[in-house]
Structures are given as structure tokens and as C-alpha cells.
């Protein structure tokens, strides 16, 4: 059984549910971009209280990219953007935002994270923000809040506080020095280095990533769900606290850098002054 929404659709598979999520720009392009923040948090929480769905699979509709931040050439027009810059759009997206990390945190089954290709922005967010990643081996990852435009051809060409998650999931994954670095720099990543340093569960090549992925939903629905729902319950309470204390703040942040871009003219000074 397939259910569509306007920004990615899910397919339903005796007790699991795979949310096959559609490039941003593609988006942009049909006027839909300010939604996906929106329905993903909306659906996440229909899915966590489908009692006929065991386990969530997230990935991205085609091979390529599991998500990514829209190309850089469309913030050249702002009302390409949904409304980050408007009292409303901003709203819808941010609280969208939230309402996304909320439902991943507390959804009480398995939420996996098959990333079929590059993860930037707020896709990267999500895919740190599932119980488990499973990823091709050369996928990028990278938060491109920082960016200015250098992971190519993801980003804004403008800087902005990574407040769609990363800042608030990055620094559970990496020590402060190497989170600082990743967020501030806006470093690139492949899987296979994430993998490497223990910060995703598997790297593959992509003619395994699908044999894996089946592997681990396998052996999750041989648990009993209510072990499995209290087990993530009582590891998540530190995400929980973590989302609390930094997400809130950290997607005002970038509100208020939006606002600033929009106000000097869609440039940015380089200094307080």
C-alpha cells in the first residue's frame, strides 16, 4: 500500500513503513518546498501511532540523494525558499523542524535511515536523528548551514546557525573540537569515513545496501515491540534532553539569520561592526 504526500510518499510492507522522501529542489520547482519540513513531522507522527507499523524506514525517492538541501542557485530568489523570510513560512518550517526531531525521538519503534545517496542539511539532521543509518559507502554528508555555497551544489551562499538539528544531534556524534569543525566549516564527509569513525552503523557498497538494510529490519521484527519500544525509550531520554536544551534556540537563531540576510540586501557582513 503506497500514500503519497505532496513532498515524498510511503510505502507500507506488512509491518513496515518506508517514507521515500523527493529532492528539495524538484520542490522548489512544483512550489512545494515550504511543506516538506511540515509533513515529514506530520507523518512521522501518523506513523508512530499506526500500531500495524513495527518498523520506519527512511530514504530517499531516488538513488543519489536520501536528502539534500535545495542547489544554491535557487536562494538567489527568495520566494523560492517557502517563506523562511515571513512570520508565517517560518512558523510552518521551523515548528516543522522540531515537530520532525520530537516524532524521531519518541516514536516508540525503530526508525532506520537507508541513505541511498547524499545527506546535506536538514537530511543529514534527519538521517543523525534515526536509531540506526545504514549508507552507501560514498554518500556525502555534510551540514551546509555554514557552507557559503562550498558544498557544491548544495547550500545557501550565505552563512546561517545549523538550527534543523545538527546543531543540537552533532555534538552527541563527535567530540566538541570535531563537531565545531564539522558545523563551522561545514566539512564533508563520506559514509564509509563516518563508518570508519564509528558514528553510523554501516557503510556499504550500493549493490548491498538494500541486502543490509532488509538484514537489520529482519532481526528487529524478531524482537517483541514492547522491549524494543521501552529499550529506545530509555537510551533516547539523553536525545530528548539534548533536543530541549539546544534545538528550540538553535532554530531561532537561524531565523534571526534569515531575517538578517533578507534586511541587508541578500549579503552579509563579515563583522560586528
Known amino acids: 500500500m503506497t500514500h503519497e504526500y505532496g513532498t515524498f510518499h510511503i510505502e507500507r510492507r506488512d509491518?513496515?513503513?518506508?517514507?521515500?522522501?523527493?529532492?528539495?529542489?524538484?520542490?522548489?520547482?512544483?512550489?512545494?518546498?515550504?511543506?516538506?519540513?511540515?509533513?515529514?513531522?506530520?507523518?512521522?507522527?501518523?506513523?508512530?501511532?499506526?500500531?500495524?507499523?513495527?518498523?520506519?524506514?527512511?530514504?530517499?525517492?531516488?538513488?543519489?540523494?536520501?536528502?539534500?538541501?535545495?542547489?544554491?542557485?535557487?536562494?538567489?530568489?527568495?520566494?523560492?525558499?517557502?517563506?523562511?523570510?515571513?512570520?508565517?513560512?517560518?512558523?510552518?518550517?521551523?515548528?516543522?523542524?522540531?515537530r520532525t526531531h520530537q516524532a524521531l525521538t519518541e516514536m516508540e519503534k525503530p526508525v532506520i535511515a537507508r541513505v541511498n545517496g547524499d545527506a546535506a542539511g536538514f537530511g543529514q539532521s534527519i538521517m543523525f536523528g534515526c536509531d540506526m543509518i545504514i549508507a552507501r559507502e560514498d554518500a556525502r554528508i555534510a551540514d551546509i548551514h555554514m557552507g557559503m555555497g562550498d558544498v557544491d551544489p548544495y547550500g545557501p551562499p550565505f552563512a546561517l546557525v545549523p538550527g534543523d538539528g545538527g546543531a543540537s544531534l552533532i555534538p552527541l556524534y563527535m567530540t566538541p573540537p570535531l563537531a565545531k569543525e564539522y558545523l563551522m566549516l561545514a566539512k564533508e564527509y563520506?559514509?564509509?569515513?563516518?563508518?570508519?569513525?564509528?558514528?553510523?552503523?554501516?557503510?556499504?557498497?550500493?549493490?548491498?545496501?538494500?541486502?543490509?538494510?532488509?538484514?537489520?529490519?529482519?532481526?528487529?521484527?524478531?524482537?517483541?515491540?514492547?522491549?524494543?519500544?521501552?529499550?529506545?525509550?530509555?537510551?533516547?531520554?539523553?536525545?530528548?534532553?539534548?533536543?530541549?536544551?539546544?534545538?528550540?534556540?538553535?532554530?531561532?537563531?537561524?531565523?534571526?539569520?534569515?531575517?538578517?540576510?533578507?534586511?541587508?540586501?541578500?549579503?552579509q557582513d563579515m563583522d560586528f561592526e
Do not use: C
Request: glycine share 8%; aromatic share 8%; hydrophobic share 45%.
Open 15 to 98: 509491518q513496515v513503513a518506508t517514507v521515500h522522501m523527493y529532492n528539495l529542489t524538484d520542490s522548489i520547482v512544483a512550489g512545494r518546498t515550504l511543506d516538506f519540513h511540515w509533513e515529514i513531522g506530520q507523518a512521522l507522527g501518523h506513523l508512530r501511532d499506526d500500531q500495524d507499523v513495527r518498523v520506519v524506514v527512511l530514504t530517499g525517492a531516488k538513488d543519489g540523494e536520501f536528502m539534500v538541501s535545495p542547489r544554491t542557485d535557487h536562494y538567489e530568489d527568495p520566494g523560492a525558499l517557502g517563506g523562511h523570510n515571513d512570520p508565517k513560512g517560518a512558523w510552518k518550517i521551523f515548528n516543522g523542524i522540531i
Open 190 to 267: 563520506t559514509a564509509r569515513m563516518l563508518a570508519d569513525m564509528h558514528m553510523i552503523n554501516y557503510a556499504v557498497p550500493m549493490a548491498d545496501l538494500d541486502t543490509e538494510v532488509d538484514r537489520i529490519v529482519g532481526k528487529l521484527l524478531e524482537k517483541p515491540a514492547h522491549a524494543l519500544a521501552w529499550t529506545k525509550r530509555s537510551v533516547n531520554r539523553y536525545i530528548a534532553a539534548q533536543h530541549n536544551q539546544t534545538l528550540d534556540a538553535a532554530a531561532a537563531y537561524e531565523m534571526v539569520n534569515f531575517l538578517q540576510w533578507e534586511r541587508a540586501g541578500y549579503r
